[in-house]
T-cell receptor, first 115, second 113 residues
Framework: AQKITQTQPGMFVQEKEAVTLDCTYD???????LFWYKQPSSGEMIFLIY??????QNATEGRYSLNFQKARKSANLVISASQLGDSAMYFC????????????FGKGTRLHILP | NAGVTQTPKFRILKIGQSMTLQCAQD?????MYWYRQDPGMGLKLIYY???????DKGEVPNGYNVSRSTTEDFPLRLELAAPSQTSVYFC????????????FGNGTRLTVT
C-alpha cells in the first residue's frame, strides 16, 4: 500500500535561509507522482511543485525545488531564500500511476519563518 | 471561473443528525476526491471518483457515503453524525493525467456536538 511519511512536525528557520522539508514514500508501483502543497493559516491548499517517477531532472518552480532521490524513496522540498510569507503547513502527497488513482497525503510540516 | 465550490462553509450538527456536503467543479475534471483534515493533521482520503457513476473508498470511508451522477458534482453524505466526524472537509478535483495537481475547494468546517 502506498504511504507518505513526513517526520518533521515543525521547523523554525531564519528569514532568507534555505529550508529542506523531508518526505519519504513507499510504493510498489513503478509509475507514480509526488506533489507538494502549501496550506497557509487561512486554510486554502496551494499546489507548489510536482515530480514524476520517470522524470530525470529534479523539478523546480521559482524558489521551490524538489530533491528527488528515487532509490531512497525520498522527495524533499527545498525552499531557497525563505520569506515570512512561507510560514505555513506543507504537505507531501503521492499518486500511484497504475494501481489506482488515490492521492494520499503525509501529516505535514509546520514551517515558521523567523524575522 | 468558479473552480471547485463547496457548500456550506460552516455547519454545526447534533449527534445522530445527517447532512450532505456539496461539491461542484466547472473545470470538466474526471477525478474528484473528498478529504478530511483534523486539527493540526494531514488530509485523510474519504472517497474518490474517477468519473460519473464510479466511486471508491479511500483511507477513512466509514460513516460516509458518496455518489457521482454527473461529472460536475460529488456530494458527500454523513449519516448519523458522531463527534469523531468533527473536522474540516475538502473536496478536490483533477484531470486524469498523473502529473495534474489537485484543485481544492475552500473547505467545510463541520462540528458535531
Amino acid at each position: 500500500a502506498q504511504k507518505i511519511t513526513q517526520t518533521q512536525p515543525g521547523m523554525f528557520v531564519q528569514e532568507k535561509e534555505a529550508v529542506t522539508l523531508d518526505c519519504t514514500y513507499d510504493t510498489s508501483d513503478q509509475s507514480y507522482g509526488l506533489f507538494w502543497y502549501k496550506q497557509p493559516s487561512s486554510g486554502e491548499m496551494i499546489f507548489l511543485i510536482y515530480q514524476g517517477s520517470y522524470d530525470e531532472q529534479n523539478a523546480t518552480e521559482g524558489r521551490y525545488s524538489l530533491n528527488f532521490q528515487k532509490a531512497r524513496k525520498s522527495a524533499n522540498l527545498v525552499i531557497s531564500a525563505s520569506q515570512l510569507g512561507d510560514s505555513a503547513m506543507y504537505f507531501c502527497a503521492m499518486r500511484e500511476g497504475r494501481r489506482d488513482d488515490k492521492i494520499i497525503f503525509g501529516k505535514g510540516t509546520r514551517l515558521h519563518i523567523l524575522p | 471561473n468558479a473552480g471547485v465550490t463547496q457548500t456550506p462553509k460552516f455547519r454545526i450538527l447534533k449527534i445522530g443528525q445527517s447532512m450532505t456536503l456539496q461539491c461542484a467543479q466547472d473545470m470538466n475534471h474526471n477525478y474528484m476526491y473528498w478529504y478530511r483534515q483534523d486539527p493540526g493533521m494531514g488530509l485523510k482520503l474519504i472517497y474518490y471518483s474517477v468519473g460519473a457513476g464510479i466511486t471508491d473508498k479511500g483511507e477513512v470511508p466509514n460513516g460516509y457515503n458518496v455518489s457521482r451522477s454527473t461529472t460536475e458534482d460529488f456530494p458527500l453524505r454523513l449519516e448519523l453524525a458522531a463527534p469523531s466526524q468533527t473536522s474540516v472537509y475538502f473536496c478536490a478535483s483533477s484531470y486524469s493525467e498523473l502529473g495534474t495537481p489537485l484543485h481544492f475547494g475552500n473547505g467545510t468546517r463541520l462540528t458535531v456536538t
